[in-house]
């Protein structure tokens, strides 16, 4: 094995997060009109404009992602009070999202090819629902650490979260690697602590990559050859 250890991200990296994202909305959505009787389009337009402001104010943090706030201030906005539904919303959106998460093609094979080496997930976004996540999709089988940005107190790319991972599995910045679909969050937030980065990216793209230690894939059965 090339690295002793690896940094995995895992939003839109081990599986399709805005995919999923859009089936949970929708359901949330759906539930608010048949509950609250406001158009969907109003309902949409007022949570879009919540997260938004959310993560304006909230920069930089893990609770900038909750969506129980971002559904509170999207009630507020609709000169709702909201605490007899914002619950219900908050646990449907998530049930929803659990329940159509699906692995990339791909992801278990590679996993199963790295099982002697210590895996720890790198994420934005709280330690509760990463940790459903994980064991939703059986990474609790595969990796043996988690940062989460919650945990660290900065989000990617901030130094402090991929140092804490290090810091987690005793191992240096070459002694590693990252594997994440954010070019600026995963990527560039790595290999500028000197950590070899791989790229999931299926699309064209206009970032200029100048390093050696940045390598784009699009497919997990190609990260193999890479790192075995």
């Known amino acids: ?22 089936k949970a909305l929708e359901a949330l959505i759906d539930t608010a009109n048949k ?15 919540a997260r938004k402001q959310i993560n304006s104010e909230l920069n930089e943090s893990a609770s900038s992602h909750n969506r129980l706030l971002y559904i509170q201030r999207m009630m507020e906005s609709l000169n709702l009070s909201g605490l007899n539904v914002s619950l ?30 210590p895996i720890c997930l790198v994420t934005d ?7 459903r996540k994980i064991k939703k999709l059986g ?3 595969y990796a043996d650490y988690l940062v989460t940005s919650e945990e660290a107190g900065r989000e990617k790319p901030h130094p402090y979260i991929f140092l804490s991972a290090l810091h987690k599995m005793d191992l240096k910045p070459n002694e590693v690697c990252m ?8 990527i560039l937030g790595a290999s500028q602590l ?19 230690l940045i390598v784009r894939f699009s497919e ?4 193999k050859e890479y790192i075995s």
């Open 88 to 117: 219900e919303l908050y646990e449907l959106y998530w049930s929803t999202f659990l329940d159509n998460i699906e692995v990339y093609d791909g992801v278990y094979r590679f996993l199963e090819s790295v099982q002697n080496t």
């Open 125 to 131: 976004l709280t330690a509760h629902i990463q940790h």
């Open 35 to 49: 509950r609250l009787k406001i158009n969907t389009a109003d309902l949409k337009s007022a949570y879009l404009r």
């Open 220 to 223: 997990f059965d190609m990260l």
């Open 1 to 22: 094995m090339k690295y002793k250890g690896i940094l995995l991200d895992i939003d839109n990296t081990l599986y399709d997060y805005d995919k999923t994202h859009t």
């Open 139 to 141: 990474l609790d089988q």
């Open 179 to 186: 594997i994440g679909d954010s070019f600026e969050k995963d």
């Open 194 to 212: 000197g950590i070899p980065s791989y790229w999931l990216h299926k699309g064209q793209h206009t970032e200029t990559i100048n390093t050696d």
